[in-house]
């Protein structure tokens, strides 16, 4: 399967999904139709299947103007974001798979950002809206810290090691800073940072990330580490460092930072 990284509105990202097999393409979140509807065009492909992560207009701006230019087109999103999502015809329940193409995947419920925010699979690939974000997470608009450190730690956490993360929005600069804010003494999170900062000046983009480097740099699925339980402990002398609450707080500083 091939992706194709389409840069929408000011710092979001749709990804077109392309089955080679058959030409058919996916489109997921598209926030604007105008620049996917230009990539389907330039590819020579047939959009058949609009692919929601969750329901805010961000990442849905899209749907309305591609279903009145593709009306047979399919549109994907948690059951629960049933008159949330404009257009919306297909409703996940766990479960169900996703299919367009050749091509079938799966979803895993993330609540935390939003009630019904999911994470698409598709083999190595994983598309994770606004949950995850290289190097941090979502706001939690509309789910508990608890919630939100699930879905990260047990759910998309769970996926292999090489799994590539294809993320919502390109916030990693600003949450690698945060990460090193609270974790100064982790390489990885500086290392990351030249990195991304030397792509960014290039004009490229830091998505996809992968499971390890998660692992390695964000916060969020590191509330074990010494060093992230003692900045919390010092902006929160009465967190008990479990894990939730080690998240929690640090939900709250990004919030502030
Ligand atoms: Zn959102
Ligand atoms: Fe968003």
Redesign the pocket.
């Known amino acids: 399967m091939e992706i194709i990284t389409i840069p929408c509105l000011q710092d979001?990202f749709a990804y077109l999904l392309i089955c080679p097999k058959t030409g058919d393409a996916a489109v997921v979140d598209p926030s604007e139709a105008i620049p996917v509807k230009k990539e389907i065009k330039h590819r020579n492909v047939k959009l058949t299947t609009i692919l929601n992560t969750h329901h805010?207009w961000?990442?849905v701006g899209g749907n309305k103007e591609l279903k009145a230019d593709y009306p047979e087109l399919k549109i994907y999103g948690h059951a629960s974001d049933r008159g949330r999502i404009p257009e919306q015809t297909e409703f996940l329940e766990d479960g169900d798979d996703i299919r367009f193409g050749g091509q079938s995947g799966s979803f895993l419920h993330n609540p935390g950002h939003t009630s019904g925010a999911i994470t698409y699979v598709f083999g190595k690939s994983a598309f994770t809206g606004?949950t995850l974000f290289a190097a941090g997470c979502g706001r939690l608009f509309e789910g508990t810290p608890a919630q939100m450190h699930d879905s990260l730690n047990q759910r998309i956490g769970q996926l292999p090691d090489q799994t590539e993360l294809y993320f919502?929005?390109e916030y990693t600069e600003t949450n690698l800073r945060f990460a090193l804010s609270v974790e100064s003494g982790n390489t990885e999170i500086s290392n990351k940072l030249a990195d991304v900062k030397a792509l960014r000046a290039s004009g490229a983009f830091s998505t996809p990330t992968t499971i390890v480097e998660e692992k390695q740099t964000n916060p969020f699925m590191r509330c074990t580490s010494s060093e992230i339980q003692a900045s919390v402990k010092s902006s929160d002398p009465g967190n008990d460092l479990s894990e939730k609450e080690v998240f929690r707080t640090l939900r709250e500083l990004k919030d502030v930072f």
């Open positions: 979001n805010h961000d990442h606004d919502g929005h």
